[in-house]
């Protein structure tokens, strides 16, 4: 199935055609974003494979994404690599469009169990040694239910991909979010068990920046510095493990010994808050080696 509806414009793992972008860095990304995308190919559009519309002088129109250009002629690449090449000379109009090479009737072509085998074959290749819990989600603000700050996800001055989240008004969490159930282990060996947790931090005006970890659906006691960091100022009166004295005005990514802090544990939620100010979290990955 891969290789009949996703291989004819994509690679993967030496095999595919190359039209849209390669897809050996997706397998860490959670299955329902993987879903989203190709449910809705146009609703997020990767950097460099935006569709183009070639309208020639008499009036023939062609259109792919733009592969190679030069003084002389364009080429357009379409599904199954087919290319186009396209002399300036009878070229009259070149215009991108919000729209994906990529067809938005998958739902209708694949069954459920056809798309969750897809989506499967794509995660099990995954790398060994790491897992995204967030980059590009639109939905993970949502799955942050409690707390009464807001989240948003942000497309602008983001670290990694198109999205970051934003935080305001001091606090957003969950202590159990989708698919969440991942075993901090000093020697990890199966694949739900990490060691390292990496995440970038951006601070918008706050004063400081802190994310806290729930074991089990729990998050750790205020007197306790267990599972919780904090960059800047703690305003918060709850204990936590400072990670650096500076709050970071450009993006800083910080990497954690999560068992070495705190042993054995299982991260189900997280908590996201930021003092004195609005604060943005980007690229969120557990790692079993550094």
Known sequence: MFGAHCGTCHQFKGQGISVGPPLDGEAGRPAESLLADILNPSGEITAGYRTYI??????????????????????????AGSETQILRSDLDTLSPVDLSLMPSTFDKILTPNDLSDIIWFIKNKKSDNSLVLFDDEPRFA?????????AAIDEDDCLSGKACLTVSGFQRYSGQLPGWDFNVRKNPKSSDEFRYIRIAMKAVDAKGMMVEFADKGKFPPENKAVRTY?????????????LSTDIPTKWKSYTIDLWKDNGDFTITGMAFTTMGGKGSYDKIELLREL
């Open 142 to 150: 949502e799955s942050l239910n409690a707390g009464k700050g807001k």
């Open 54 to 79: 070639a309208k020639l002088n008499g009036g023939i129109e062609h259109a792919g994404v733009l592969s190679s250009e030069s003084a002389t002629s364009i080429s357009l690449i379409k599904a």
């Open 230 to 242: 904090y960059v800047g100022d703690n305003s918060t009166g709850w204990k936590s493990n400072q």
